[in-house]
């Protein structure tokens, strides 16, 4: 057993459950892989009151689930900037949840793939990946529905009209993956952030203009590409590499590609390009470890200060204190360190 999945509500009572069902299960299977993904609604939906509660229980899941979790996903149930090509009823689960399963479930492709041993990889090297500094248990998840399948004269025409244009973007996010002429910052982005907060102008956004994130490690999967090296990794840098890249203040970053492409099923809705049971689409999707989680902690930090009771507010508040610390760029837990002669 590679590990243990986990989907529960983190904005509402399944918060809570989750939590103390995440502590038992570590307590018996001390070094399995456990993920968790918690679902958020997005930051606007209801009245004010309902926002501060459900932000206030986001905080005690976060704050607690990430103890004990090896890795913990945030998502925004209802993104709040979709693309062109998503077409996307709010209001339908069903719509919603498609979203979501896209890019969870080509996510954890490379964990499921079968075939070759190569071809193959697991829970721990992800989150090896992402855990840079030995604290860095939560992450964002990202989708970006590139085309439909590269090669069909549908999917060619849907995207742009014409192969070529088609082909060349595809060509160019090869060449990125395989870090040919780009700088320091390699990390992908994406035309969807599932990420809670991220794009819902919460309180620390409307105090002024953010710099951009830092990205300290990021996962790629990218699915649905005719190429010959399929669904293995990138070769990674060797320790010396990724020494070098840590102290250039560089991203980590561990990347996957698999021929295998997302197949339309007929309880899919037609939410990206319209498609129809049957085709398939070209799917990129990523989980990366930012300062996103720093900002997105404190505005949950700032809530927690005004909603939580006193009897909690001050260990609830310095918990969550210190989870953002290790996402605070030039950051280091110093575990690492070379030992003084």
Request: proline letters at 4%.
């Amino acid at each position: 057993m590679q590990g243990v999945q986990i989907f529960t509500g983190a904005d509402d009572a399944w918060g809570g459950f989750a939590s103390r069902y995440v502590e038992r299960l570590r307590d018996e299977y001390g070094k399995v892989g456990i993920w968790v993904w918690g679902l958020e609604e997005s930051d606007k939906e209801g009245r004010k009151e309902e926002q501060l509660m459900r932000k206030a229980n986001a905080a005690r899941t976060l704050h607690d689930i990430s103890t004990h979790a090896s890795l913990y996903i945030p998502i925004s149930k209802i993104p709040q900037n979709l693309p062109k090509y998503v077409s996307l009823d709010r209001t339908s689960a069903w719509h919603t949840s498609a979203v979501l399963m896209t890019a969870i479930e080509s996510m954890t492709l490379p964990c499921r793939i079968r075939g070759e041993d190569e071809k193959r990889t697991a829970f721990h090297d992800f989150e090896a990946a992402l855990n840079t500094n030995s604290n860095q248990h939560i992450a964002q998840l990202g989708l970006s529905v590139l085309s439909p399948m590269v090669g069909t004269t549908r999917g060619n025409k849907l995207a742009t009209g014409d192969p070529r244009v088609l082909n060349a973007r595809i060509a160019h996010v090869l060449l990125e993956e395989d870090g040919l002429g780009i700088d320091s910052d390699s990390t992908s982005k994406h035309d969807l952030e599932l990420f809670p907060g991220l794009t819902s102008g919460t309180e620390s956004d409307r105090v002024g203009p953010r710099k951009a994130a830092h990205t300290f490690g990021q996962v790629d999967s990218h699915r649905g590409v005719s190429v010959d090296d399929t669904a293995r990794p990138v070769p990674e840098d060797d320790e010396y590499g990724r020494k070098r890249r840590r102290i250039g203040n560089m991203p980590l970053v561990k990347r996957y590609r698999s021929s295998l492409p997302f197949e339309i099923l007929d309880t899919f809705p037609q939410v990206f390009y319209d498609l129809p049971v049957g085709d398939t689409l070209t799917v990129h999707s990523s989980l990366s470890t930012t300062t996103n989680v720093a900002n997105r902690v404190k505005d949950l930090q700032r809530v927690v200060n005004r909603m939580v009771g006193l009897d909690e507010r001050e260990a609830l508040g310095n918990g969550l204190g210190e989870i953002a610390e290790a996402y605070e760029e030039g950051w280091d837990s110093g575990s690492d360190t070379d030992n003084d002669d």
